[in-house]
Nanobody, 130 residues
Framework: QVLLGASGGGSVQAGGSLRLSCAAS????????MAWFRQAPGKERESVGL???????KHADSVKGRFTISQDNAKNTLYLQMNSLKPEDTAMYYC????????????????????????WGQGIQVTVSS
């Protein structure tokens, strides 16, 4: 059973930093594509960025230069380092994943755009006060 265990988050003042983690377990395929999304109250879920196990990374324009997605292969963990946080970053953050036997980045990008990942972690609340 594939599980995504998300952690981190909390409350911070504007300009501060937080780091979210998403640990994947229970998968057997050797390649993965993982992503972060967020949803603010009353708004649609939006993408934050994606990362595949070969190191390809994409950040949404709204977070470029402030947020960084990285991984720790040994720990099967994806991170979202969030710097220079703004009140508009306040949202519930979710990690998501897909797994394949071989690398398939076009598929990864497709599920990212469609927000159609098969596996999702629990939401983590991030609150940024002004």
């Amino acid at each position: 059973q594939v599980l995504l265990g998300a952690s981190g988050g909390g409350s911070v003042q504007a300009g501060g930093s937080l780091r979210l983690s998403c640990a994947a377990s229970g998968y057997t395929d050797s390649w993965y594509c993982m992503a972060w999304f967020r949803q603010a109250p009353g708004k649609e879920r939006e993408s934050v960025g994606l990362f595949d196990s070969d190191g390809a990374v994409k950040h949404a324009d709204s977070v470029k230069g402030r947020f960084t997605i990285s991984q720790d292969n040994a720990k099967n963990t994806l991170y979202l380092q969030m710097n220079s946080l703004k009140p508009e970053d306040t949202a519930m953050y979710y990690c998501a994943a897909e797994f394949r036997v071989v690398r398939d980045f076009p598929y990864c990008l497709s599920v990212y755009i469609r927000q159609a990942f098969g596996y999702w972690g629990q939401g983590i609340q991030v609150t940024v006060s002004s």
